[in-house]
Every structure is written in C-alpha cells, then in structure tokens.
C-alpha cells in the first residue's frame, strides 16, 4: 500500500502562512486531498486536487486562504496556508480521495498527520 507522510506543521501566529507537503511512497495517479481534524472533533475535508492539477475542491472555510498544488515527478501534495486562523488549528492528514467533488478519503489507513497550530 502506498504510504503517507505529512510534515511542515507547526506553530504560527494568527495572519502567518505554512506550507505542508504530503510524500507518497509511490505514484499517486488519482486525486489527493487534505483533511484535519481539531481536538474533540472530526476529521473534515480541507481541500482536494485532480491528478493533472485543473480541477481542486476547497472547504469553504479555507476558500481564498489555502491553495493545494501537487508535483507528480516528486509524488508530492502541497497545501500552501495563508491568513492561518486559530480555529486552523488541527493535524492535517492527506489521503486519496475521490467522489464528484472529491471530498471522500479512499484509503482506509492514515499517516501521523502534521500538527498546525495557530495562535491568536
């Protein structure tokens, strides 16, 4: 099975960026998506982004603040925060995803998340 891993979480002031990376161990020629989730809460979708790169889903939560990207040659998914909120505050895991919006997470495992926190 392909495995994940997320990093490039950390501790941020409320109006500061982060950029996340998820790195597959192999070729991920589907759709990939970001999800978080808070303490005491579910894990919710974040974002989303098609193989070739058109097509990407947001939350509307995040719309205007996060931009997913992704670099195939490098099996790589971005998620690139700005304007980070305290209510940001989450692990961030990445998965496959699919679904006419591509909201759904595929795989039935997950990595160890990165821990984003903002403070206000």
């Known amino acids: 099975q392909v495995q994940l891993v997320e990093s490039g979480g950390g501790l941020v002031q409320a109006g500061g960026s982060l950029r996340l990376s998820c790195a597959a161990s192999?070729?991920?020629?589907?759709?990939m998506g970001w999800f978080r989730q808070a303490p005491g809460k579910e894990r919710e979708f974040v974002a989303s982004i098609n193989y070739g790169g058109g097509n990407r889903y947001y939350a509307d939560s995040v719309k205007e603040r996060f931009i997913i990207s992704r670099d195939n040659a490098k099996n790589t998914v971005y998620l690139q925060m700005n304007s980070l909120k305290p209510e940001d505050t989450a692990v961030y895991y990445c998965?496959?995803?699919?679904?006419?919006?591509?909201?759904?997470?595929?795989?039935?495992?997950w990595g160890q998340g990165t821990q984003v926190t903002v403070s206000s």
């Open positions: 192999g070729r991920t020629f589907y759709a």
């Open positions: 998965n496959r995803v699919a679904g006419a919006t591509m909201k759904t997470a595929v795989f039935g495992y």
